[in-house]
DNA sequence: TCGCCGATTATGCCTAGGCAATTCAGCAGG
DNA sequence: CCTGCTGAATTGCCTAGGCATAATCGGCGA
């Protein structure tokens, strides 16, 4: 143990990237190229430490991120293998809209069509798990880019958990960047699903009756509660989601 | 230290829970409950070893994780912070297509409806990065639950980075798990949009033509080559995609 | 008052151990 | 032949330290 509470000055094999992060690649290496194939065995912790030269927990802890990745999968006494996996989960960014918009260099515009107090549907209370005498807030608007209809926004706000909510315009601020600004969230859950288009949606978007939308549903919930309950359409054609996993070039 | 390396036996706070864990979810439920709020200051590593009585590297680890899962954002020097999240990313669950179907209690069926060497239209080559004497494979399979079409899968292999493809008939195992078992993934992006259904398509997914389609594609990579590129067709109105993140009730 | 530079401090990574929990494999007994 | 027990292998979690790095804050000089 010398510098860096015991790193080997000795190899410093690539200038300076951590330990656990060199294991870590050498395992994908040795995967991504095809020597280790799924279902194969992995050295354990002890092994790796050994063939590295390092610590047994800075092996343990790359290859427990690896597991966390669904890299590897590790189970005790069995031993590690490559993991066989199946198709792995998907992340999809879900950025603020007016942030996506401009990302793209495009101009962001937004307009508030409606607002309603007490515009409560059946439907709607239920996914706000609302009781019968619960009062909410109705928006509907829609987010531009270059002039052009980009996503029609209809959101339920569940007044109780967002009292402030009812003496705001959002004339000129979108609910999704109020709610981020005033309500703490902690989780939400989506629902994408593919719809013809109704024809007041149409007519928002600028589409046909009956074109397919991208429909993103959203609850956001606090402390066991809904908070909020947005359907996010997209015209089909001109809107994707995009997302990445693991590693390509 | 005393039993397990030390971890006190006096508290024991939750039975058996790991000690970072239980950190982590004491700072979440600080954050939860709104007595520390988006941006506020969190307790460092030291203090929060001192507060739980634990080693600093236990501290750590749990603020670590919190970090990486976005929760609280941490810079040297400045300390921890709650996050300010935007919308979190989503995660979407996309399994093999075969667990899916039986894991609803449905019965998976699978017909291959065509397959076809060399015939790569202009759009796919360009997908799989395909130079212009790349050859392909090209198939068409349909998944049923329940003997109803489920999802239609159009897929491209390049045979140069999966030449064993060339003699699978495909007839009795779907090309998804034959890959996942044949050759080493690394790195996937996919894609989802509405479309309306053609010609074609709907024939096979017995809807209407012109019907909204979900449709995911996915390109996996390896070793900065395409793979495989699929695109999955489910009727709009029979499926979802459905995720969650973060912690709800 | 402004800008630079060192001291301070919190995070990040690491070591070298040790105990706990899980689970596989083999063996004994019914 | 099956069942239950036991030993051993392996991962998982923990401690108690130490050095490295980054970023902020004060002080000092111009």
Not at 17 to 36: D, F, H, M, N
Not at 49 to 65: I, K, N, Q, S, V
Not at 111 to 136: W, Y
Request: hydrophobic fraction near 40%.
């Amino acid at each position: 143990m010398s510098d860096r509470g015991g790193r080997r000055s000795a190899a410093e094999s690539a200038e300076s990237t951590p330990r656990y992060l060199q294991i870590k690649q050498a395992v994908l290496e040795q995967i991504r190229s095809g020597v280790w194939r799924p279902g194969d065995p992995v050295p354990g912790d002890a092994e790796v430490a050994r063939r590295f030269g390092c610590a047994r927990m800075t092996a343990h802890r790359a290859l427990r991120e690896l597991a966390d990745e669904g890299v590897i999968e590790r189970r005790r006494r069995a031993g590690s293998r490559v993991a066989l996996r199946t198709t792995r989960s998907l992340l999809v960014d879900v950025p603020r809209i007016d942030l996506e918009i401009e990302a793209t260099g495009a101009e962001y515009g937004y307009r508030l069509l409606a607002r309603s107090l007490g515009r409560t549907t059946h439907s709607a209370r239920a996914r706000l798990r609302l009781g019968p005498d619960g009062r909410t807030l109705w928006l509907l608007c829609l987010h531009l880019a270059d002039q052009r209809p980009y996503q029609l926004e209809e959101r339920w706000i569940d007044l109780a958990a967002a009292p402030a909510a009812e003496h705001e315009s959002f004339r000129d601020i979108g609910p999704n960047r109020w709610l981020l600004e005033h309500v703490p969230f902690v989780g939400a859950e989506h629902l994408i699903r593919a719809e013809a288009a109704s024809r007041r949606a149409a007519r928002h978007l600028e589409v046909e009756p009956g074109a397919p939308l991208l429909v993103l549903e959203r609850r956001t919930f606090r402390e066991q509660r809904v908070v909020t309950w947005v359907r996010l359409a997209h015209p089909g054609a001109r809107y994707v989601l995009r997302t990445a996993s693991g590693e390509h070039g």
